[in-house]
């Protein structure tokens, strides 16, 4: 089992930045890829950011592209999410994922690849 938690979500003024954590439990993360989808209001969760077991690939939604970036680092089980320039379009529940393939070289992008997830953080950018 992990268990996977996420810190880090607030309430920012657009154009602000945010680094959102995901600390991981149970067993470690290190050979697994990682993932932040999130959930607006009223719509269904959408795919982020991932990246691979060694962080040597990463991939993000073209609407972060840019200003968002996927990072981890495995000695704390912990990845995270720095979120940069944000939009009032971000607002949004923030969800950690973890994809138990080991050594995944491409992370995938879809929700059904995922094995584990967080809880959410909310994150909230006012104009």
């Known amino acids: 089992q992990v268990q996977l938690v996420e810190s880090g979500g607030g309430l920012v003024q657009a154009g602000g930045s945010l680094r959102l954590s995901c600390a991981a439990s149970g067993r470690s993360i290190s050979r697994y890829a990682m993932a932040w989808f999130r959930q607006a209001p009223g719509k269904g969760r959408a795919f982020v950011a991932a990246?691979?077991?060694?962080?040597?690939?990463?991939r993000y939604a073209d609407s972060v592209k840019g200003r968002f970036t996927i990072s981890r680092v495995n000695a704390k089980n912990t990845v995270y999410l720095q979120m940069n320039s944000l939009k009032p379009e971000d607002t949004a529940v923030y969800y950690c994922a973890a994809d138990i393939t080991e050594y995944s070289i491409i992370p995938p992008t879809d929700e059904s690849s995922y094995n584990y997830w967080g809880q959410g953080t909310q994150v909230t950018v006012s104009t």
């Open positions: 990246l691979n077991w060694s962080a040597g690939n990463t």
